[in-house]
């Protein structure tokens, strides 16, 4: 057991690690034939619990060359459906004054990946295509005065990494822990997961420092 701990706790700490550096992926846009689809949130960064709008925007080439041009209509023959994980909700589209700009009203209830899939047709074009938005964030960002900075929080659980790890060498140092049967194959592979534990949180202490 002791073995098993020491490898999934390594694997943690360099997930851990690695997890420090997050992408956002803001408005994206993608092309179906003639017509160029952007989708994004209304307000960013999108928090969680607080009302926000799925905003679309659908715009064509227009008359001058290197111009676009909205396009009007779309949601006649065209379904909008949000999804997160394995939920989806067919959602209500409303035009926007501007024509080719749509928005729907929406509050996201979990933090995370969100994406809209739209199916239908364009004036004769099917649409089949789905797209992500920014990732929703927690409260904490925009919370103030902050009840615990991020920085704080990552170094109380890099210390509790430490703090186990130091754990886990004292007990093979004392015997404690028997990893002495397989010829010593157990003891050098409880090793090896204690060395890829101590690596990973030097990782991460390297990534919060240039984070400061």
């Known amino acids: 057991m002791m073995v098993v701990k020491i490898t999934v706790f ?5 997930l851990f690690s690695i997890g420090m550096i997050t992408p956002s992926f803001a408005h994206t846009t993608v092309e179906v034939g003639p017509y160029e689809i952007e989708a994004g949130w209304g307000i960013e960064p ?33 379904d909008a ?26 509050i ?26 920014e990732d929703v964030e927690p409260t904490a960002i925009l919370d103030f005065p ?22 886990d060498v004292s007990k093979l140092k004392s015997g404690e822990t028997d990893v002495s049967y397989n010829g010593g194959q157990a003891y050098d592979f409880a090793i090896f997961g204690l060395s890829i534990a101590a690596a990973a949180i030097i990782l991460a202490i390297i990534s919060l420092i240039k984070r400061k």
């Not at 390594?10 to 360099?14: C, K, L, P, T, V």
């Not at 996201?108 to 099917?126: D, L």
């Open 46 to 78: 999108p928090v969680v619990g607080i009302r926000n709008d799925l905003v679309f925007k659908i715009t064509e080439s227009g008359e001058t060359e290197g111009t676009r041009k909205g396009v009007t209509s779309v949601f006649k023959n065209t």
């Open 108 to 133: 996201p209830t979990k933090t995370g990946s969100y994406m809209v899939e739209f199916k239908g047709e364009i004036q004769g074009v099917s649409i089949d295509v789905k797209i992500p938005v």
């Open 146 to 167: 902050p009840s615990s900075t991020p920085g704080n929080i990552e170094i109380a659980s890099l210390k509790n990494a430490i703090s186990s790890l130091q754990q």
């Open 10 to 14: 390594g694997f943690i700490a360099i």
């Open 81 to 106: 459906t949000v999804m997160y994980g394995g939920a989806s909700k067919k959602i209500d589209i409303n035009s926007d004054p501007r024509p080719g700009y749509y928005f729907s009203p929406i």
